[in-house]
């Protein structure tokens, strides 16, 4: 059997997806008005009404819709109304990794070519050794940052989150294109917004979450 939850996805406690704590009632529940067959499921941790495809957040304490992980990083799950900060957050600390990378490589090259008291303030064994930290700390936030895009696209297209993902879970929803679910992710219709973490994803016409049996 599965659960039906009739909360809108804009509704639901802002950045991450969450779902509202404590909704769980008997009083709500019943002004859901459910039809014979139909059932919802309560989180035994938080008290709420738990959608299909939401995970309970040890660390949030919080169920959260179509959680990917809790990301130190930003403190934070990753789940249904934030994940495109979150792969724009990714992508652009990659390009900033690769443009330092670039600039490190144009330096060591300066400083072959020409005197090495004129291309830093600092002493040349200073400078290899600055160089080559700031290349090797480049180097790992462009692989790790970059690894992170590539999950969390090919998560995107896949329409399956990486708990998802890790459990193996059966897939109970619609199978829908890559492209659909891209813009379910980034908005309706393809825009320059898609590209600005500043900008509300649009979901158009997409219809709220409900699940019903």
Not at 157 to 165: A, F, K, N, P
Request: aromatic share 12%; charged share 20%; hydrophobic share 40%.
């Amino acid at each position: 059997m599965r659960g039906i939850a009739v909360v809108p996805a804009r509704r639901a406690a802002r950045t991450k997806g969450a779902v509202p704590k404590g909704n769980a009632t008997k009083e709500f529940i019943e002004s859901l008005q459910l039809k014979p067959g139909q059932v919802v499921y309560k989180c035994p941790k938080c008290c709420s009404i738990k959608p299909d495809r939401a995970h309970h957040c040890s660390v949030c304490k919080r169920c959260i819709r179509k959680m990917d992980h809790h990301c130190p990083w930003v403190n934070n799950c990753v789940g249904e109304n934030n994940q495109k900060y979150f792969v724009l957050f990714t992508m652009y600390i990659a390009l900033i990794s690769l443009h330092a990378l670039i600039m490190v490589g144009f330096h060591f090259l300066r400083c072959f070519e020409e005197d090495w008291t004129k291309c830093s303030s600092f002493s040349p064994p200073t400078t290899v050794i600055l160089l080559i930290l700031l290349c090797f700390e480049g180097l790992l936030f462009f692989i790790f940052t970059s690894v992170m895009f590539g999950t969390q696209v090919h998560s995107i297209c896949t329409d399956e989150t990486g708990i998802e993902q890790l459990k193996k879970e059966e897939r109970r929803w619609a199978k829908k294109t890559k492209w659909m679910n891209m813009k379910a992710v980034f908005g309706h219709p393809f825009s320059l917004g898609w590209a600005s973490p500043f900008a509300t994803p649009d979901q158009g016409k997409a219809d709220p979450y409900q699940y019903v049996v």
